[in-house]
């Protein structure tokens, strides 16, 4: 595949290579025959079962490993923790089909597919078209580290290359050299037990490596061999740091351009959950999803409805075309924003059954420490500026205040104020913090904020 899109990028206009550049994927390793064959047995033993309902949500727990070279928190490729947090968001919005763009759904899209194939209802959305499908499953910052210590920065591990001894992530030129330096030294010296955490490596890389992310498909239980050549200590997926936010959540993030919409994670998140390209990785190739048309190939850019008519023949995607906007081809990202109910099962397929992703969410790592959890049982109070380093400020009048508290993440009172409704917080070490406010009138107020 790596061969046919080097091709394909000689041909198409610099800012579209651009674009691959900043937002294409780099998972080359695709389950084999066997793999499949045992997810399609699953599927198909799965439908009605009692073990988990349909309408069940998981919960990933997910932790960052941001790899630098010293440089100050906020510093390229050292990112901010308001970036990571807009990630997560987006995450959960794109998963469960309201993501910021989802309105563009053409009225009439892939109607004609779906009659054509007899899609059965659930895959349908009320106007007959391919059900833009809410997988139910949810994304959190880890809030506690292995050992049970609660994480300074939730979702966050910071790890300095040069402490560890590590080459530089620079000195690696091509696809295959990166993904080898990934994967035998970087994803060994630092993952988390992927039985309880969706491991997520973030490094600058050299602009010959040509992508912005990869993910690893799920291993499956029962399956002997490789199971989609994925072991514990690679586990998880790549992420290049410019991709992941969005400058629509958070304006102080670093950023490849004023484009970049978190997407990419998207994508690589879909290939952690077993999804597959939508062209199949060949031409008019089987992503094994019943709703997605066939496509010749990947797309890129902003193509318009409907595109490519009558591109694959076996069987015809004519008159409706690609699916170009589901998230597992390479459209911009601006221009995503679907999945579909047959991704959908293929994600719940792996939850249940991948002894990498069934436990997931089950340890109480996206709990706040119940040092807290008093704290948190309040009405939401707006913190700005957020991320904050000298002085922070709540919407409410300080006519109004009774008390302020400043409260770290172990539950101890670090700021104690009266009558003010603003907090001089230059003082306190970098991480994440409560700020609790009672009012005149006995009202709580709760909200979080963080200190860079």
């Known amino acids: 595949m790596i061969l046919r899109i080097s091709l394909l990028m000689l041909l198409i206009s610099p800012s579209l290579r651009a674009q691959h550049s900043e937002e294409g994927c780099g998972s080359v390793k695709t389950p084999d025959a066997s793999w499949e064959f045992h997810l399609q047995n699953l599927i198909t033993s799965s439908q009605g079962s009692s073990v988990k309902s349909r309408n069940a949500v998981y919960t990933i727990p997910v932790i960052f490993h941001i790899i630098h070279a010293g440089e100050a928190v906020g510093n390229y490729p050292n990112i901010p923790a308001g970036q990571i947090a807009a ?85 690696y030129t091509n696809p295959t050299t990166f993904r080898q330096y990934l994967d035998s030294i970087v994803k060994p010296g630092s993952f988390w037990d992927p039985v309880k955490y969706m491991n997520v490596w973030v490094c600058d890389r050299d602009s010959g490596v040509g992508y912005a992310g990869y993910g690893l498909f799920p291993a499956l239980s029962g399956l002997p061999g490789g199971n989609a050549n994925t072991s514990d200590s690679v586990d998880g997926i790549w992420l290049y740091p410019k991709s992941i936010g969005s400058p629509l959540k958070f304006s102080g993030g670093i ?76 459209t911009a990202g601006m221009f995503a924003y679907m999945f579909t109910e047959s991704q959908r099962i293929r994600a719940h397929t792996a939850m249940q059954n991948s002894p990498n992703r069934k436990l997931l969410g089950t340890h109480g790592l996206c709990e706040i420490p119940s040092a807290l959890s008093t704290h948190l049982k309040m009405e939401r109070l707006e913190v700005y500026p957020n991320p904050a ?35 001089n917080i230059s003082h306190l070490p970098k991480g994440m913090y409560i700020l609790k406010v009672t009012t005149t009138n006995g009202q709580l107020l709760m909200g979080r904020f963080l200190k860079e």
């Not at 300074?152 to 910071?158: F, K, S």
């Not at 390209?277 to 850019?301: Q, R, Y």
């Not at 193509?303 to 170009?324: L, R, V």
């Not at 009774?402 to 409704?421: A, E, F, T």
Request: charged share 15%.
């Open 389 to 423: 380093q000298n002085t922070i400020r709540v919407n409410v009048a300080e006519s109004v205040i009774k008390s302020m508290l400043v409260i770290g993440l172990d539950g101890n009172i670090l700021i104690k104020l009266l009558d003010k409704n603003e907090c």
């Open 255 to 330: 950023y490849a351009s004023p484009n970049v919409r978190g997407r990419v994670a998207v994508h690589e998140t879909g290939h952690y959950l077993g999804l597959r390209h939508i062209w199949g990785d060949t031409l008019c190739g089987n992503d094994f999803c019943m709703d997605t048309p066939p496509a010749s190939s990947e797309n890129l850019g902003n193509p318009s409805y409907p595109h490519g008519p009558g591109s694959c023949n076996t069987p015809s995607n004519n008159p409706d075309g690609e699916m170009f906007m589901n998230f597992m081809d390479y």
């Open 87 to 171: 990630q997560i968001d987006i995450l959960n919005e794109d998963f469960s089909a309201q993501g910021f763009n989802h309105t563009l759904y053409p009225l009439n899209a892939f109607s004609n597919w779906a009659i054509n194939q007899g899609l059965p209802a659930a895959h349908l959305d009320s106007l007959g078209r391919v059900k833009m499908a809410d997988f139910q499953i949810e994304f959190c910052l880890a809030h506690m580290d292995p050992n049970g210590q609660t994480l300074a920065e939730p979702g966050i591990e910071r790890i300095n290359w040069q402490q560890k001894l590590w080459p530089n992530p620079l000195n």
